[in-house]
């Protein structure tokens, strides 16, 4: 991907995609360095882990988790700061401390603040791990040198300037995965997301080209928090004039397949977990019935040897990358689509909404005070 190039534009918000491999690095560096204060603070078995953000930064969670898990051998929970804000008392449900793991990428949202400190109220014993993009933003500095919290601010390239989160998502997503100790080769993963940018112009482009009202997105397991990262991506770049809709392989059939038409493309994320992979096969086939090979794509490595007979756009994973981290080179395709369709559009991705319908760092959020004694 080259950001001066026609179909990608002159855009932030195509300098910030095409830069994610560079920033990959450095978001290591800068986990690294917090690593054993990181490791002091989730070290104490028993305790639950609970990732939280808003928006891209919930689905943040959402994708990790999972891997998370299994590395620890521990429940991890995303839930989104904008479900703790409404119901905080539901998440506190027991003894067990927690570590509330936060993802934001100003940390200026009001949920964001608000969410943190209701748990606390709730759950004295909790501790705090925060993966901001801004040093300088609310959340970082209501928590930096509080002794039960550690705060990693990752390098300022990341803190995307440009309306959607992009940079940010995938930096946040690697530094937590490096937080709780997985083992990924980031430079080798640095490498795999070079290439795929290299090879995202014809592919988008064609997506684009094709001229979808709407975009359905389909992941399984940890790719399932991808596929709502992507539609969102859809929604805000092209200002909801291309509709993202995202669900899991199996849950799609289960009514949200009403929305196919003639003008809908469907994108498969293809698991590297081979059981998984099979039920993301089976739908790719099932909506090339519906739809037609040239309007569904699957996004899969170089191993892929069944497509269901769609089109295949090649994301190859490094040897060792939990799924978790495959994510971080998939979400590539799906941010170089949303971008080439906003521009197919004539849209400004870096203000697709001049009139401030959307803003980038949400607004017009009353946060109302928690009485306990409320909750029946």
């Known amino acids: 991907m080259h950001s001066s190039g026609r179909w990608s534009g002159d855009s932030r918000t195509a300098r910030e995609i095409e830069q994610q491999p560079a920033t990959w690095i450095r978001v290591a560096d800068a986990v690294r360095r917090a690593r054993p204060e990181i490791e002091t603070l989730i070290g104490l078995p028993g305790?639950?882990?609970?990732?939280?953000?808003?928006?891209?930064?919930?689905?943040?969670?959402?994708?990790?988790?999972?891997?998370?898990?299994?590395?620890?051998?521990?429940?991890v929970e995303a839930?989104?700061?904008?479900?703790?804000?409404?119901?905080?008392a539901a998440v506190v449900v027991d003894d067990r401390p927690i570590?509330?793991?936060?993802?934001?990428?100003?940390?200026?949202?009001?949920?964001?603040v608000a969410a943190a400190d209701l748990l606390q109220r709730l759950a004295p014993e909790l501790r705090h791990l925060v993966i901001t993009c801004d040093p300088d933003g609310r959340l970082a500095r209501r928590w930096s040198g509080a002794?039960?919290?550690?705060?990693?601010?990752?390098?300022?390239?990341?803190?995307?300037?440009?309306?959607?989160?992009?940079?940010?998502f995938t930096g946040m997503a690697l530094a937590a995965l490096l937080a709780f100790g997985l083992d990924v080769d980031v430079e080798a993963l640095a490498r795999a997301g070079s290439a795929v940018l290299g090879g995202a112009a014809d592919h988008a482009s064609a997506?684009?080209?094709?001229?979808?009202?709407?975009?359905?997105?389909?992941?399984?397991?940890?790719?399932r928090g991808l596929a709502r990262e992507a539609a969102l991506k859809c929604l805000?770049?092209?200002?909801?004039?291309?509709?993202?809709?995202?669900?899991?392989?199996?849950?799609?059939?289960?009514?949200?397949?009403?929305?196919?038409d003639e003008r809908t493309i469907a994108v498969v994320f293809l698991s590297t977990d081979p059981h998984a992979r099979r039920y993301d096969v089976d739908i790719a086939r099932e909506l090339v019935r519906s739809l037609g090979e040239?309007?569904?794509?699957?996004?899969?490595?170089?191993?892929?040897?069944?497509?269901?007979?769609?089109?295949?756009?090649?994301?190859?994973?490094p040897p060792g990358v939990?799924?978790?981290?495959?994510?971080?080179?998939?979400?590539?395709?799906?941010?170089?689509?949303a971008l080439a369709c906003s521009l197919a559009l004539g849209v400004t991705p870096d203000n697709p909404f001049p009139e401030g319908e959307v803003n980038r760092v949400v607004q017009g959020v009353v946060i109302h005070d928690f009485v306990p004694s409320e909750v029946s």
Do not use: C
């Open 322 to 337: 939990p799924v978790a981290g495959y994510a971080l080179l998939a979400v590539l395709a799906a941010q170089t689509t």
């Open 207 to 223: 997506i684009a080209g094709a001229k979808p009202a709407r975009l359905v997105f389909l992941g399984s397991g940890p790719l």
């Open 236 to 260: 805000e770049l092209t200002r909801g004039e291309v509709v993202g809709i995202a669900d899991s392989a199996l849950g799609f059939r289960h009514g949200p397949k009403s929305v196919l």
């Open 294 to 317: 040239e309007r569904v794509i699957v996004v899969g490595g170089d191993d892929v040897t069944e497509s269901g007979g769609a089109r295949i756009w090649p994301v190859p994973s």
């Open 47 to 75: 305790r639950r882990i609970v990732l939280t953000g808003a928006g891209t930064s919930a689905f943040i969670g959402e994708v990790v988790a999972r891997d998370l898990a299994r590395h620890l051998g521990r429940p």
């Open 99 to 112: 570590v509330l793991v936060s993802f934001a990428r100003s940390g200026n949202s009001p949920e964001s």
């Open 79 to 88: 839930i989104a700061t904008t479900e703790i804000v409404a119901d905080p």
């Open 147 to 168: 002794g039960n919290a550690v705060v990693v601010a990752l390098p300022d390239e990341v803190n995307d300037r440009g309306f959607a989160m992009t940079s940010s």
